[in-house]
């Protein structure tokens, strides 16, 4: 038997907001660890890796490892009946054939319970090597999310160039090109406006901007991005969940060649 | 001549939004008890009745009984002109093909007449007789609407139960099924927020929650709703509009039967 | 070399939203005088000509005149990159091909640079008569776009007609008729909302409402319009633009025949 109990409930709905675009169907792992999902998106080229901790939760049991798969949008749609304040359990029996989602809002007069059919999925679980990485950013998520939606009115790929002052996102296309440059910055009332450079040695590397704007879909999760990169290895964009967990998407640079290709 | 001034004239406006997507043409009757209409839904299921009572205007003159029919969406598109604080005020000619909406702004100082032309419109007036209800749910009218759009996102239609602690939407499809349960209750600070169930025996009665969705639309109107319903019989979901009237809609429950079809 | 900076960047944005949709690509011209552009419509129906004085940007500086050809859509998407309080600077070398906006943040902590390719376009410069006009009312910009916009629902032209008294707008279509009449006012609290009305003589023309619903995309640049007739003269809508400029737009009237044509 599987029960998860949150109180802040509207999180899963903004986890599934976050990957729903990007993943069709997953495998969803739940252990005495926590409440997991690892899965590559539609098209094979990104991979997206979300945990909420056991601790996290109000109430957490399960008795042994089940892995549901589950249909990302009708789970994005149950959940979308909760309110933001319910609080939402969710119930699995071992052999089951279904999840159920149950909502109560906060003084009980409202109670509902969604049940969504299992589904079989073939997948393996991909191993995603501990790396230590040359250079990390962490800035403000509704910042990158802009700066990705921002540069892609112009070009399809994004340098992201960083040095110990701050970090370029470089795009260019049709129309013309353009340049972001944030600088390090420590003096914001509010630390989570801050963004911090952590860097052995400088890095510049090429993405697609329509697999960052992808993953910041994940913007109202957490109020900062962690950034991490290291030469020819795919980046890391991390989303830290207070008190519960992360999700987190990697995506591999463009090569050279590739980029040159794109423009032309 | 028929002229009657309303100093809230938003609620025209309100009004025409309720209904204009359920019917097309309808003939609004003018008499010295008020402004009203009824009319059948395009698909001729359900059935849509509102007035207003002549001593909820301001100014309500009334010479003889006439019948006006009119476009709705054309009538909407005229009111939807009015500035929610306008003084509304119209005005018809006994034998006229014309109706004219005037709008006057609280300090004067604009002055607006939208002249809509009448149509010929076949209708026969239907009786609805007066039906001791088994069972009548007050609730608030926003909560109702938000049911009827989430059930609606996994199936067709609703199964509404109702006992003595209170009322279970229901509904099933192809992804799974979902119950919501709103309990009695009296203790809101705000009388409006409560859900109260006045009951002789317990009914459960299945509907189409393609039409209830439509009749959503009158929320608006009021903060609450109330549904009364008796086996066998229509649902009634009236809003009651303050001070001047009300708006309800009828419909038919589904038989077994066909609802066995449905989720078939 | 041309380089000019503006404190309130948005306004830029504004301007280009204002026009981007009645003109595809236009010639900005730069003097010691200011920024501007002149251009018909894509249909070359209407005229729009918009100045920013020189005096009105904190720094400019303008080597030579030069014309600058560019598509304002792709202009608009660079300028939308920018946040309401970046200051803006536009640079662009006397021979070059590209004009450079650059966007800094208040706390400098982001400064972009986003350059727009440039392009030829055959246009030739309009004289504009100085015209003395019969007719001027200045009224609020809202209420302008809000009268516009609602009778664009009712019919396809409006007649506007001066008296001392007020201005009246009407129009007539299939479904029926509307008239809306904005008294003289100088009574409101803010000076901008008043309806102020000078007049040599009563004027009445028609005009397509198509055109001045494009017009009124200019509302955001002023809380004020300023309508300039005289019989069978183009009207000029202006919106003064505080401390920098204006944008105007010039539009013939339709002449009685035309106008009976379109009713029919």
Redesign the interface.
């Known amino acids: 038997m599987f029960e998860a109990r949150l109180t802040q409930g509207g999180l899963l709905k903004k986890l599934l907001d976050a990957v729903k675009d990007l993943v069709t169907d997953g495998n969803f792992d739940c252990s005495t660890t926590g409440f997991g999902l690892q899965a590559m998106d539609t098209s094979h080229v990104s991979l997206v890796s979300m945990m909420l901790r056991s601790d996290g939760f109000d109430h957490y049991r399960c008795d042994r490892n089940i892995s549901m798969g589950m ?1 990302l949008a ?1 789970m994005a ?2 959940l ?2 909760a309110n933001d304040k319910d609080i939402v359990t969710m119930k699995a029996e071992d052999q089951g054939d ?1 999840i159920t989602f149950m909502f109560e809002s906060e ?11 299992l589904m079989d999925i073939d997948s393996e679980q991909l191993g995603i090597p501990d790396t230590e990485y040359t250079a990390t950013v962490r800035m403000p998520s509704s ?1 990158f999310q802009r700066i990705c939606k ?1 540069l892609a ?2 070009g399809d790929t994004v340098l992201i160039s960083v040095t110990k002052d701050g970090v370029k996102f470089s795009t260019s296309g049709d ?9 390090q ?1 420590t003096s914001a009332d509010k630390p989570e406006d801050n ?1 911090l450079i952590d860097m052995q040695e400088p890095v510049a590397l090429t993405f697609a901007l329509r697999y960052l704007n992808s993953f910041a879909k994940a913007t109202p999760l957490s109020p900062t991005v962690t950034l991490s990169m290291s030469k020819e290895l795919p980046v890391v964009v991390e989303y830290r969940i207070s008190d519960i967990g992360h999700i987190s998407f990697y995506l591999a640079p463009k090569i050279e060649d590739e980029e040159m290709d794109d423009n032309e």
């Open positions: 249909n009708n749609k149950m979308k009946c279904t003084n009980q007069e409202r109670i509902s319970d969604f049940e969504l059919k910042e921002d009115s112009i129309i013309g090109s353009a340049n972001i440059t944030i600088r910055s963004t």
